[in-house]
Nanobody
Framework: QVQLVESGGGLVQPGGSMRLSCAAS????????MGWYRQAPGKQRELVAT????????????DYARSVKGRFTVSRDNAGNTVWLQMNSLKPEDTAVYYC???????????WGQGTQVTVSS
């Protein structure tokens, strides 16, 4: 059974930074995409950033929502089981519950973390 455990959320002032972490455990193939989605109150869940595993592309391709490009950076460790989201220049509109995500392309399955609250407010 795959489990994703997020950490690092909380309250931060506008313009501040925060780093989210997500540790994956269980059986996940090497052919996968990990990343982050978020859901603000009253809004649909939206993609924030994703990163491919080295089994897909040597350079580990990344993809970002237009609203966070240039401010957020997604990365993962060499083993591929941990993914981070470095968030800089945070804005109040970044306030949301952030969910870690893995898409196992070999096993055709998706898994989600429990979510971590990020609040950007003065």
């Amino acid at each position: 059974q795959v489990q994703l455990v997020e950490s690092g959320g909380g309250l931060v002032q506008p313009g501040g930074s925060m780093r989210l972490s997500c540790a994956a455990s269980g059986t996940i193939s090497r052919v996968n995409i990990m990343g982050w989605y978020r859901q603000a109150p009253g809004k649909q869940r939206e993609l924030v950033a994703t990163i491919t595993s080295s089994a897909i592309t040597t350079g580990r391709n990344t993809d970002y929502a237009r609203s966070v490009k240039g401010r957020f950076t997604v990365s993962r460790d060499n083993a591929g089981n941990t993914v981070w989201l470095q968030m800089n220049s945070l804005k109040p509109e970044d306030t949301a519950v952030y969910y870690c995500y893995v898409s196992d392309l070999l096993h055709e399955s998706e898994h989600w973390g429990q979510g971590t609250q990020v609040t950007v407010s003065s």
